[in-house]
């Protein structure tokens, strides 16, 4: 049977070698076969609670130590998780075309030159006061404080991620326990990533708008995210407004309520990414 032309890998190679701007937004499904939970769907709760609302200012004021013990065990798997076959096709991708740039929303990754962490890093840390501006790069203590010492041992190497929940003794951690911000004194630490309702990087943005009006994007990738949370997702109409193709790689793009929406000329590979990337982008 021949394929059908949305998931035909030999017309998207004839089209990504024929482009020369490459734009990729990832999320978090790039980093499932690592072993790192998604937000939205299954994967998505920690003990019980929706990592949605975890990750937001207002659970950080109500519970700051919950928040943190919820950052900790991301920051703890993130520090044993592997890159997969599918972040390795786009380094790849990289190295070979410098026109390439890759947008992610990811916080477990660490910016080379043409990457982008649109919703900063697990591995930053910033000051919660309004006003103050202190933060500190590359913090990858593990525990990041002494209240976040694991309380269960790691399973022994090999074992395949997630791990257990390290911290599943602890049930609250006191506000007095969690370090506060040294040029201020008064906002507690968190993490330095990007909550709902928050500005993204300045720079950052100015340095993405600047890249997509140097020229037409000729091909985007859309990887492993359900494309719900904006900016980010904005991209994504942006480049079709340029004119620029669609791949999407995701399991869920070849159902039935995905399919109708896919344009003529695009691409949507209903699979791990993991185990279609390489074969997409070799
Ligand atoms: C696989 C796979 C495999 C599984 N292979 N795939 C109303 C309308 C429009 C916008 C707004 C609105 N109200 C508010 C807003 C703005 C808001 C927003 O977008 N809200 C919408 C949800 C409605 N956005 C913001 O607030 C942003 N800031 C902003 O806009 O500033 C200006 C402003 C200021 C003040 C007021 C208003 C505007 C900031 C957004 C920050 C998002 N933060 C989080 C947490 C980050 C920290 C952390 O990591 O803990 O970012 S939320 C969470 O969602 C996280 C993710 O990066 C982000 C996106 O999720 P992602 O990556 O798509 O994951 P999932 O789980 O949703 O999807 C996974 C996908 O993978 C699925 O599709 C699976 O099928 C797939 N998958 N396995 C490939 N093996």
Request: proline share 9%; aromatic share 8%; charged share 25%.
């Amino acid at each position: 049977l021949p394929m059908a032309p949305h998931n035909d890998v030999e017309s998207f190679h004839e089209v990504l070698r024929s482009s020369r701007r490459v734009l990729a937004l990832c999320g978090a499904g790039l980093s499932a076969s690592s072993g790192l939970p998604t937000f939205r769907g299954a994967g998505g709760y920690w003990r019980s609670h929706d990592a949605t609302k975890l990750g937001t200012m207002r659970a950080f004021k109500t519970d700051p130590g919950m928040v943190w013990l919820f950052y900790g065990y991301r920051r703890h798997t993130c520090l044993r998780a592997r890159p997969n076959p599918a972040h390795r096709a786009l380094a790849a991708l990289a190295r070979e075309n410098q026109d390439f740039l890759c947008l992610t929303q990811n916080v477990d990754s660490h910016p080379p030159e043409q990457l982008r962490t649109l919703h900063g890093s697990l591995f930053d840390i910033k000051c919660s006061a309004d006003g103050c501006d202190w933060v500190q790069h590359d913090n990858f203590d593990d525990p990041f404080c002494p209240p976040l010492a694991p309380a269960s041992e790691d399973p022994p190497p090999g074992r395949p991620l997630p791990l257990l929940d390290p911290y599943h003794r602890i049930k609250h951690i006191p506000e007095e326990e969690l370090p506060t911000c040294p040029k201020c004194k008064d906002g507690l630490q968190r993490p330095g990533v990007v909550w709902f309702g928050e500005e993204l990087d300045e720079d950052m943005m100015k340095g993405i708008n600047e890249w997509m009006n140097d020229g037409k994007v000729d091909l985007m990738l859309v990887v492993g995210t359900s494309a719900q949370v904006w900016p980010a997702a904005g991209y994504i109409s942006r480049a079709k407004l340029h004119g620029a193709r669609i791949a999407t790689i995701n399991p869920e793009a070849e159902d039935e309520t995905e399919l109708y929406k896919i344009q003529p000329g695009d691409f949507a590979f209903g699979r791990d990414a993991a185990e279609s990337l390489p074969l997409l982008l070799e």
